[in-house]
């Protein structure tokens, strides 16, 4: 199926996301510099070097994020795709890449205050400004063209694992615990929470470095 683009999306959908990156600094992905150099994080489920995908550092050190971006992804892109992670980028200039850890169709949107920026996928410009474009990363070379002002984009994909998953990205849940956003999930029957400075250890913890 070629790109295509769906429907337009509400302003007031996106401004709380717009809010949340203009005052919480993600970090910059030192892992996509052939792609670009910037702020470009994954949410969800990603891969874990030797280890299977789990929840992404990025989300339960921001769940509050993360539960405005499942709630997004719940009106706007399920009826189109099922996601397993979504990248989020900020001001990010992507260079021509293909998505090969993804597989099938992705959906990406744009949205700020910017002027040009059109997302450039083989040999056509689309217009992806608060409007959904449902295209297939991993097959068609793609970038973005350049633009001023601010963009930020949204890209609900779905994960290539190289081992099995042990848990769903609905395994997890956004709270709020005594006026702390923290991400919710069950492990042998037990309730248990994530968040900035108790989430997941990292897969290369206790490793020495080369």
Same mark, same amino acid.
Request: proline fraction near 6%; include cysteine.
């Given at each position: 199926?070629?790109?295509?683009?769906?429907?337009?999306?509400?302003?007031?959908?996106?401004?709380?996301?717009?809010?949340?990156?203009?005052?919480?600094?993600?970090?910059?992905?030192?892992?996509?510099?052939?792609?670009?150099?910037?702020?470009?994080?994954? $949410? %969800?489920?990603v891969?874990?070097? *030797?280890q299977?995908?789990?929840? #992404?550092? @990025?989300?339960?050190?921001?769940?509050?994020?993360?539960?405005?971006?499942?709630? $997004? %992804?719940?009106?706007?892109?399920? *009826?189109?795709i099922?996601?397993? #992670?979504? @990248?989020?980028?900020?001001?990010?200039?992507?260079?021509?890449?293909?998505?090969?850890?993804?597989i099938?169709?992705?959906?990406?949107?744009?949205?700020?205050?910017?002027?040009?920026?059109?997302?450039?996928?083989?040999?056509?410009?689309?217009?992806?400004?608060?409007?959904?474009?449902?295209?297939?990363?991993?097959?068609?070379?793609?970038?973005?063209?350049?633009?001023?002002?601010?963009?930020?984009?949204?890209?609900?994909?779905?994960?290539?694992?190289?081992?099995?998953?042990?848990?769903?990205?609905?395994?997890?849940?956004?709270?709020?615990?005594?006026?702390?956003?923290?991400?919710?999930?069950?492990?042998?029957?037990?309730?248990?929470?994530?968040?900035?400075?108790?989430?997941?250890?990292?897969?290369?913890?206790?490793?020495?470095?080369?």
């Amino acid at each position: 199926m070629p790109p295509h683009l769906v429907s337009y999306v509400e302003r007031k959908d996106v401004e709380p996301i717009r809010e949340y990156l203009s005052t919480h600094n993600l970090g910059i992905n030192k892992y996509r510099v052939k792609v670009g150099e910037g702020v470009s994080q994954c $949410f %969800g489920i990603v891969s874990k070097r *030797s280890q299977p995908p789990d929840l #992404s550092r @990025q989300s339960w050190l921001h769940p509050e994020l993360h539960n405005m971006l499942m709630a $997004f %992804g719940e009106k706007y892109v399920k *009826s189109f795709i099922s996601f397993t #992670s979504i @990248q989020v980028n900020v001001n990010y200039p992507c260079n021509p890449h293909k998505d090969l850890g993804n597989i099938g169709n992705s959906y990406i949107v744009a949205f700020g205050c910017y002027g040009g920026g059109e997302l450039c996928i083989e040999d056509f410009n689309y217009n992806i400004y608060l409007r959904g474009l449902i295209f297939n990363g991993s097959e068609h070379l793609h970038w973005t063209r350049q633009w001023s002002g601010e963009r930020n984009s949204i890209v609900f994909s779905t994960l290539k694992p190289r081992f099995p998953l042990l848990r769903s990205l609905n395994d997890y849940t956004a709270v709020i615990v005594d006026g702390v956003w923290k991400i919710q999930y069950m492990e042998e029957g037990v309730v248990k929470y994530l968040w900035k400075g108790n989430g997941l250890p990292h897969p290369r913890k206790g490793l020495i470095k080369s």
